[in-house]
């Protein structure tokens, strides 16, 4: 199986600021099949982005997801207040999210 | 609206079973597969397996197999999640999600509300 390590496992920034957060693959995934969700505190996780770089519905353009390969990253650029959550990587198929980074907009 | 709906939280002791429901609504209930992911507090997400709404097909993570049981009732748009011989490590919040892929990718674009399951003696 393929293994996901997300890096930082913290970001602390300020409103209007680019979080840029990170997506390693144990193995390289195939197809783009990575997708990265949301989920603010007490809520459910929500769809961002999936095959690697495409958005989701109704997900504003100060998302976007990058990479290839082993490497992909989620920025979210002009950071704003309810953009404070943790964010999770996926490979598709039965492999283990990745363990999250926490974004702390001060 | 598309949504899905999810029962309520529930309290078990040990050794018991639980049956949780994830209501659909909004779309066509048997076009996309249903998984169940579930987070234990203050931890990551975990997968659990997938029930085809078509056929009942179900696949289950290895970690969970002999344990749990998805089960689909078409005629009411719900799937339901059994989880057996409960301990204190299945304490945690259970979502039912939709899976957008025909075939069954394991990714997911809707996701119900949470249901949470607290096993304590």
């Known amino acids: 199986e393929i293994v996901l390590t997300q890096s930082p496992g913290t970001l602390s920034l300020s409103p209007g600021e680019r979080a840029t957060l990170s997506c390693r693959a144990s193995?390289?995934?195939?197809?783009?099949?990575l997708a990265w969700y949301q989920q603010r505190p007490g809520q459910a996780p929500r769809l961002l982005i999936y095959?690697?770089?495409t958005r989701a519905s109704g997900i504003p353009d100060r998302f976007s997801g990058s990479g290839s390969g082993t490497d992909f990253t989620l920025t979210i650029r002009r950071l704003e207040p309810e953009d404070s959550a943790v964010y999770y990587c996926?490979?598709?198929?039965?492999?283990?999210f990745g363990g999250g980074t926490k974004v702390d907009i001060k | 609206q598309v949504q899905l709906l999810q029962s309520g939280a529930e309290m078990k002791k040990p050794g018991a079973s639980v049956k949780v429901s994830c209501k659909a609504s909004g779309y066509t209930f048997t076009d996309y597969f249903l998984h169940w992911v579930r987070q234990a507090p203050g931890q990551g997400l975990e997968r659990m397996g997938w029930?085809?709404?078509?056929?009942?097909?179900?696949t289950y993570a290895q970690k969970f197999q002999g344990r749990v049981t998805m089960t689909k009732d078409t005629s009411i748009s719900t799937v339901y999640m059994e989880l057996t011989s409960l301990t204190s490590d299945d304490t945690a919040v259970y979502y039912c999600?939709?899976?957008?892929?025909?075939?069954?990718?394991?990714?997911?674009?809707?996701w119900g509300r949470g249901t949470l399951v607290t096993v304590s003696s």
């Open positions: 996926q490979q598709y198929g039965n492999s283990p």
């Open positions: 193995q390289s995934v195939s197809r783009n099949s």
């Open positions: 999600a939709r899976d957008p892929a025909p075939s069954g990718e394991w990714w997911f674009d809707l």
């Open positions: 095959r690697a770089s």
């Open positions: 029930v085809d709404p078509g056929n009942g097909d179900t």
